[in-house]
């Protein structure tokens, strides 16, 4: 409880690595080494720069996060289109195979008509929300503004882990 208080820093406000961490840096890194060098000539040289682009491609904490910005910006398209305009339309037909008779004595009549045709069109605005559609698009750029940030704060992590682990190997 105190390390999730603390931000991950332990207690008083010293940052440490945990064994768990570090052993995973080192089994990303060992992934990372590209293994075809181990039949080549000359090795290739697995630079940190390289390692951090690397680590960047292929971290599915990271598409995450990005999928989850994604998902907000998405969340504020959305709120912005309940205050627009809707447009419905809608159409049908329905063919009889009999018209219905209607028999007076002597006289029968037909009722209807062989091809029926139905068209429909229906628009839509919102003229009042007591302030519900201005609190929503506020809520949905706060959230994408947050998400914005995890993305980042994600990318950075892993930066941090990719040279933490580089630098263990060294």
Known sequence: FAEWRNGGAGYGGVPHRSPALCSWSFIILVLMFPFGALCQDEPDVLTLD?????????????????????EALALVRQVRARALPHLALQSSYTRLDKLQELSFEDVSMELG????????????QLLYSGGKIKAGIKAARLSGQYAGWNTEGVRQG?????????????
């Open 50 to 70: 390289d390692s951090i682009r690397i680590g960047i491609e292929k971290a599915i904490s990271l598409s995450n996060a990005r999928r989850s910005e994604l």
């Open 113 to 124: 008509v062989i091809d029926n045709y139905t068209i429909g069109a229906q628009v839509t």
């Open 158 to 170: 892993l930066v941090r882990d990719v040279k933490t682990g580089f630098y263990d190997i060294l």
